[in-house]
């Protein structure tokens, strides 16, 4: 899925199917890298040389830089259209180990602190600084000055481009990037992993090359599912995804997804967070609060380098998006929702903006430090900081009776049993949307929840009906006690808008893998009967819930098969049998000593 978006998108960038080739000569590079490795190159300059000196913009992709030839252009040029009528000098690049580049592929290549020309280190921050410079060497007629900008995978390498960047980089714009797979963007959420989105992408992603190939020629293998729930209800264990008809061991990145069940030094290595420190060229981290790929790659890289590198000039707009909408040519409806507006045309404005500034002295873009578009009223707002400072922490508490209140210690709940209990069944998980889906449909984000809520097990806390508008943005908090019979299990938590007209339209929800509550490196079991408490940090929001609306929260233990189904057994889970799969009984407790409920930033009073 973080290619398909992305592939669907490209003739969207631009309008004119030759506009690349009447305005541009095209020309192929196989440029060196510090090792000797050579990776293939797309450079489009400008015609008209009166122009320059022009600034590169460049993406560095795994998808594939083509197409390939002198003679064989691409349809659009840049990341978005109004961009693309800017005089660039473009670069496409396929990065090491892919498509036309010599060298091996490593999953989010991990960065190496302290590498230095000629001591033979490479990773994606030298390989670009060995383009680049070979670039200001040898494409004339370029004012000295490089912009790099990527969407999903492509966005990760425009993050890995930050650390240790080459002089000449002067703007970066990380797109959906992919950071943390452990933690939270596409492979795992707080361990639990994302298995629908995976065995679709490792599919095609993960076929081995012979050499440098213009096409990988198909899938490892040919799956028919329509009915993808029933597929992997029946497929069992994960470890059988390597059967003769499936993976069959020929997946390099899916058995070493499978080997690394816990955050150990494969996955810490592949988080790039920690080395976005002292960063020199001006950022603009883009998102979208419909993402269901990398929605937390987007904040989380934004947070690091504010945390990091504070003098950095760095931004971030967060829009109504899916993964990768931003660069499409009209947003104005995603499902249910209809924003009055296509937002997309103010997006392209200031992207334009920022990458004219930077890279040709053009007027400052004007931007605010956080542009975010907020849903429920479909406005466009501007913060100094984000998180906004003027939010406060409300604690909705799950309540008796199936309410949620702002009131903790009620006297009401002291009568009361202090708890919920449902039946969580791995025969019988929890659909992550309503209906029969083969690939993931990732309208699920905003989905209908009421499917979910007619389910015994799932809990349902409503609040009244709200008497004036409830402002919330930026970061949720799940705080749930609860015990089970099982000695591990799977933590779901939804945050709900219910509509006067009885829908339930999904706000945020994420998972969170029980055994990882006090340490992501080191699981623990659950003791069974035993109440423990389980709090983590969900994604921002920026939502308006409007008088009259009610505020609800779910939580269930299976989001099935969009994560694979947790055995509630303390097992490795890719190597575990159908016979430790077991079902548990789930208590979520609301006691005046174990307040479970999820924290919301308030604007306002």
């Known amino acids: 899925m973080r290619s398909l978006i992305l592939f669907l998108l490209l003739p969207l960038a631009g309008s004119a199917q030759n506009f690349a080739k009447d305005n541009y000569i095209k020309h192929e590079a196989y440029i060196p890298m510090r090792d000797g490795v050579r990776l293939y190159t797309a450079i489009y300059v400008p015609k008209n040389e009166q ?67 000629g001591d033979g280190q490479t990773d994606e921050s030298s390989d670009t600084w060995d383009t680049v410079d070979w670039l200001l060497k040898n494409i004339h007629n370029n004012n000295g000055r490089v912009g790099i900008w990527g969407i999903s995978y492509p966005g990760f390498y425009a993050s890995a481009s930050l650390p240790d960047a080459h002089p000449a980089i002067k703007a970066v714009s990380p797109q959906a990037p992919v950071t943390d797979e452990f933690i939270g963007d596409d492979a795992n959420h707080n361990g639990a992993f994302f298995l629908l989105d995976n065995f679709d992408f490792d599919n095609f992603f993960d076929v081995k090359r012979p050499g440098p190939v213009k096409d990988y020629g198909g899938n490892i293998f040919s799956a028919d599912i329509p009915d993808a729930y029933q597929f992997f209800l029946q497929m069992g264990p994960i470890k059988n995804t390597n059967k003769p008809e499936y993976f069959n061991n020929k997946g390099k990145i899916w058995n070493e997804y499978l080997q690394h069940s816990t955050y ?152 009361a049993a202090g708890y919920d209990e449902y039946t969580s069944d791995p025969a019988h998980p929890v659909p992550y949307i ?21 389910r015994p097990d799932v809990l349902c806390y409503q609040s009244d009906p709200l008497t004036r508008d409830l402002t919330v943005t930026g970061r949720l908090k799940a705080d ?52 423990t408490e389980v709090a983590f940090d969900m994604n921002e929001i920026a939502h308006t819930f409007k008088q009259g609306h009610r505020l609800m929260v779910q939580v ?50």
């Open 434 to 454: 309503e209906g029969v889906r083969g690939g993931r449909d990732n309208q699920y984000v905003v989905a209908d929840q009421r499917f979910a809520a007619q």
């Open 264 to 415: 150990d030094a494969y996955w810490q290595a592949r988080n790039i967070r920690p080395h976005l420190r002292n960063i020199r060229p001006a950022v603009l981290v883009v998102g979208g609060w419909f993402d269901a790929e990398d929605m937390f790659g987007a904040l989380r890289t934004y947070e690091a380098i504010e945390k990091q590198s504070p003098k950095n000039n760095n931004h971030i707009i967060m829009g109504p998006w899916t993964h990768g909408g931003w660069a499409a040519g009209s947003w104005d409806r995603y499902g249910i929702l209809d924003f009055g507006q296509n937002v997309n045309e103010y997006y392209h404005v200031l992207e334009t903006k920022f990458f004219n500034h930077y890279l040709k002295d053009s007027a400052a873009p004007d931007l605010s430090e956080a542009t975010v578009f907020e849903t429920g009223t479909n406005q466009w707002k501007h913060y100094d900081t984000w998180p906004p400072a003027e939010t406060h922490p409300v604690k909705f508490y799950l309540r008796a009776g199936g309410r949620l209140s702002t009131e903790g210690k009620a006297a009401s709940d002291n009568t």
């Open 556 to 605: 269930q233990s299976s989001w099935f098969p969009l994560v694979d189904m947790n055995p509630q057994t303390f097992v490795n889970i890719p190597t575990c049998e159908r016979a430790d799969f077991k079902k548990a009984a789930i208590r979520i407790y609301h006691d005046p000593t174990h307040l479970s409920g999820v924290v919301l930033p308030v604007l306002g009073h």
């Open 480 to 531: 749930i006690f609860l015990s089970s019979t099982g000695t591990d299990g799977d933590l779901v938590v939804k945050v709900i808008d219910v509509l006067p007209d009885g829908f339930q339209r999904l706000v945020r929800a994420d998972i969170f893998r029980c055994k990882f509550r006090n340490s992501f490196e080191k699981p623990e079991p659950l003791v069974p009967g035993r109440t």
């Open 51 to 117: 122009g320059g000196p022009y600034p590169f913009l460049m993406e560095r992709t795994p998808y594939s830089a083509g197409p390939y030839g002198d003679s064989i252009y691409r349809g659009s040029l840049g990341p978005n259209a109004t961009l693309s009528r800017e005089p660039f000098i473009y670069v496409y690049q396929d990065v090491r180990g892919r498509f036309m580049s010599e060298g091996n592929f490593e999953e989010m290549t991990p960065h190496k602190e302290g590498k230095k020309p």
